[in-house]
């Protein structure tokens, strides 16, 4: 078993500035990155699965998690809750794993405030303009709930300065392989 504590990994940023599809990769190219599921009160989109994509709960069962400090982390959004499950979390690092969460800046900088070695990396796209087609060619809200995100796009990316590191999501390739720089850059000065 590895007894080095194992570090959390963080990204955040905007609605479609390419989060999942950056740690899908990372997953791909770091075998031993764990990911951290969410847990949300709102209901699965058409290509989500349950206890794969996200942990869905009714808001009763997430604010009992709320009232039991099992949670890493939340906040309410866009109508629904988010929050990142504790235990899991816990364990993968006490077990040397490291673990990459995908959650919004609010949560991120909980989570840094709460484990100050956690490496947090912001994911930018390169314009507004790239976030709103993104959005749109996701296909998952209507015109309405897209300029709600865009708005709260604008108040995400005021807090980039909070973070280690902004990485540009304008090559997913070459995000990805500037996170895994990042991250081996570390390891050798630990």
Do not use: W
Request: hydrophobic content about 35%; aromatic content about 8%.
């Amino acid at each position: 078993m590895n007894t080095n504590k194992g570090k959390l990994i963080i990204l955040s940023g905007p609605s479609g500035a390419g989060k999942g599809t950056i740690c899908a990769e990372l997953l791909k190219r770091l075998p031993d990155l764990i990911i951290s599921r969410s847990a949300t009160t709102r209901a699965p989109r058409p290509n989500e699965q349950r206890n794969r994509s996200y942990f869905f709960v009714s808001q009763e069962t997430f604010l009992e998690m709320v009232a039991n400090s099992e949670l890493l982390e939340y906040d309410q959004h866009f109508e629904n809750y988010y929050g990142t499950p504790k235990k899991f979390v816990l364990d993968m690092l006490k077990f040397g794993k490291d673990v990459l969460l995908e959650i919004d800046v609010r949560g991120a900088l909980q989570v840094k405030q709460n484990f100050p070695e956690s490496i947090l990396f912001f994911i930018e796209a390169p314009s507004e303009k790239d976030l709103y087609e993104r959005l749109v060619k996701r296909g998952t809200e209507n015109e309405e709930k897209i300029q709600i995100r865009m708005a709260r796009n604008k108040l995400e990316l005021a807090q980039k300065h909070k973070y280690d590191y902004c990485i540009m999501n304008d090559d997913v390739d070459r995000a990805v392989k500037e996170i895994i720089s990042i991250l081996n850059q570390r390891r050798q000065q630990q």
